[in-house]
């Protein structure tokens, strides 16, 4: 058996672009995990169409991780220009006041938020870098279980003599 473990850059790069623009994209990022998972997925499938060897489930959790870690940065810089189009402090607010009608306690600080958060139509850096760790953790959380998946779907079999059969996706 060949111990050298497999070149999972390229397809985490594939897996990641994949998860990163579709879940950025307005209206299409409804299926935001889906897409993640599938980044995972697609990485996964990749890996062993590249492989000679019969992949781990840890191989898919790393190249799950890889991809959702890409997906993650470019699902950052993709959005910024949807979310520059998107914000609309008025409408944020408006909503805050209707919510505001029925529940008393709002927490303190809500209005400085609107002032100077991610709805106040200005970009943060600050916000943008805090946005960018979240995606990252739950990125690569559901892209880990994309890989996962996509490791146990494509793995290639192997005969009892330990040779791998090429032949089975």
């Not at 050298?4 to 579709?22: E, T």
């Not at 306690?105 to 805090?130: C, K, N, Q, V, Y």
Request: charged fraction near 10%.
């Amino acid at each position: 058996m060949n111990t050298q473990r497999p070149r999972m850059l390229m397809p985490a790069l594939i897996g990641g672009m994949l998860a990163g623009v579709l879940s950025a994209i307005p209206f299409i990022n409804c299926l935001c995990c889906l897409w993640v998972i599938g980044g995972g997925l697609l990485a996964a499938y990749l890996l062993s169409k590249d492989s000679q060897d019969s992949l781990t489930t840890g191989d898919g959790a790393i190249v799950g991780v890889f991809a959702g870690i890409i997906g993650a940065v470019l699902n950052t810089i993709v959005s910024i220009p949807f979310n520059a189009m998107m914000r609309n402090p008025e409408r944020m607010r408006a909503i805050l006041d209707r919510v505001s009608e029925y529940v008393q306690d709002l927490p303190a600080g809500l209005e400085g938020l609107l002032e100077s958060g991610p709805f106040s139509g200005t970009f943060s850096i600050a916000w943008t870098l805090l946005s960018l760790v979240v995606s990252m953790v739950i990125f690569s959380a559901f892209s880990l279980l994309g890989g996962i998946i996509g490791v146990s779907i494509f793995k290639k079999k192997s005969d009892p003599n330990g040779q791998v059969n090429n032949d089975v996706p």
